[in-house]
């Protein structure tokens, strides 16, 4: 099965900037990774999207996020990244990346990672 790996998580105040990375590893066992990307729930809400990034490197941000948050993959290193600048309290959350993949007999899979908190204080 794929393994995702996540870092990058942390405490911030608001205004400042930080950066999450997420490895696909074990993928040896797939065809091909399309879309990647990020969720997050804070406490007591539902996970919601935060940013996803095709194969083709097109990418769709929440609203609440565009224009602040970046997100770019490598696709040689299986690797998915968010930018967060202008960090605001109400982005307090765990974070968790996603990656959907064919296996080889074309069926698509999705997998997240464990989660990394992100704190920030106004």
């Known amino acids: 099965q794929v393994q995702l790996v996540e870092s990058g998580g942390g405490s911030v105040q608001a205004g400042g900037s930080l950066r999450l990375s997420c490895v696909a590893s074990r993928t040896r066992s797939i065809f091909s990774i399309n879309d990647m990307g990020w969720y997050r729930q804070a406490l007591g809400k539902q996970r919601e999207l935060v940013a996803t990034?095709?194969?083709?490197?097109?990418?769709n941000y929440a609203d609440s996020v565009n224009g602040r948050f970046t997100v770019s993959r490598e696709n040689a290193k299986n690797t998915v990244y968010l930018q967060m600048d202008n960090l605001k309290p109400e982005d307090t959350a765990v974070y968790y990346c996603?990656?959907?993949?064919?296996?080889?007999?074309?069926?698509?899979?999705?997998?997240w990672g464990q989660g990394t908190q992100v704190t920030v204080s106004s």
């Open positions: 990034i095709t194969s083709g490197g097109s990418t």
């Open positions: 996603n990656v959907h993949i064919l296996d080889w007999g074309r069926v698509g899979h999705d997998y």
